[in-house]
């Protein structure tokens, strides 16, 4: 491929007016060039021993979205060239502002949901994050600072203290996740421990005790109280209360057998015993 040099820097109208494909130097800063593959195809590439070919997006004359004008390749030149004086790697610095927080905790929830004991485990995290963590659900993994952390975490810290909880340490995963596919390094933003445990105040232990239980007495006009109410979300108590059961028990419950079998796991028993009712499941 060709490769011309101007004796001055390149302007938009002499960008446009090329047509032969090759490379063509910038003119003012080393290693970016405008590289041409026809007429109506241009696109600026920084190219060096070290990075090899790297694409910076492509040639606009009009400023359109999404296209790259001479000062911003100038500018995305020199973020390289600043990247390569601190050490780092281009390469990689582009690829980890590829995979933003919200990418990397879809990975980070499908590699580990084997371990889940339910659908319900998983659904939960994607609840918090998609809606906790929104704000930075599109910034790349490698700039998520613990500015970013505290931004999402105090609104809820106080309010909402077990969301706030699983938040933080699911965002530690996610970030620990990045860390070690490469995506990131440094220290984990959302730690807790030495990090987080001096800038959010202790919260308070919660003092509710436990839910009082309705009186024996009572329980006739609860139950009709909860009939009348005629929500299928009142099924499962009364479910518990007319079998007597353990809350967890009617949860494992399945609807699709007429008669209910306790199972025995849940009791000092060696086999399972039915229920001491019969329950027609509607």
Known sequence: MSKKKFDTPLTAAMINSLSKPGRYPEGSISCLYVKV??????????????????????WTGNGKAGMTSIPMARKKALAIHAQIGDGKDPRAEKRASLMTFGKAATATIASIKAGFKSKKTEEGWERILRIHAAPITDTPVNKITVEDMLAILKPIWTTNAETAKRLRQYSE??????????????????????NLDHLLPKRPRLQRGHHPAVPYADMPAFVARLKALDDVATLPLLLTILCATRTSETLLASGKRSIWTRPCGRFLLSAPRPARRTIAFP
């Open 173 to 194: 995963k996610v970030l620990d996740w990045a860390t070690v596919m490469g995506y990131r390094s440094g220290p984990n933003p959302a730690l807790w421990k030495g």
């Open 37 to 58: 593959r026809s007429e109506t195809s241009k696109i600026w590439i920084f190219m060096s021993k070290r990075t090899g070919e790297m694409s910076l997006g492509s």
